[in-house]
């Protein structure tokens, strides 16, 4: 069983940047599939960013590309989500996500909600005007 808890969010104005953090904690052996989804009032959950903790490999959002950064710190277990030139489009709920996978396997945004097996309370991003 993995715990995830999300940190981070707040209310900025347009152009601002963020750092969200997900800590992992529990039994985290082996490769995991990290992401980020968000989910604004009204709107479906939508993968953010994704990286395979294994391999490195990173996967964006075309909404984010550019502005946000996904990174991980194995050591302390965390998960990051750098967001930059925050748009009012942005505000939503930021949600952590994890799946076990073995080394290599498929980690993309495109990857369904269900595919996740661990997901964090969630952290509130709100991006005024």
């Known amino acids: 069983q993995v715990r995830l808890v999300e940190s981070g969010g707040g209310s900025v104005q347009a152009g601002g940047s963020l750092r969200l953090s997900c800590a992992a904690s529990?039994?985290?052996?082996?490769?995991?599939?990290m992401g980020w989804f968000r989910q604004a009032p009204g709107k479906e959950r939508e993968g953010v960013a994704t990286?395979?903790?294994?391999?490195?490999?990173?996967d964006y959002a075309g909404s984010v590309k550019g502005r946000f950064t996904i990174s991980q710190d194995n050591a302390k277990k965390t998960l990051y989500l750098e967001m930059n030139s925050l748009k009012p489009e942005d505000t939503a709920m930021y949600y952590c996500?994890?799946?076990?996978?073995?080394?290599?396997?498929?980690?993309?945004?495109?990857?369904?909600?269900?595919?996740?097996?661990?997901w964090g309370q969630g952290t509130q991003v709100s991006i005024s005007s």
């Open positions: 996500a994890a799946r076990s996978v073995t080394y290599g396997w498929y980690c993309s945004t495109r990857a369904t909600e269900a595919y996740f097996e661990y």
């Open positions: 529990g039994d985290t052996y082996g490769s995991y599939c």
């Open positions: 990286i395979s903790t294994g391999t490195g490999s990173t």
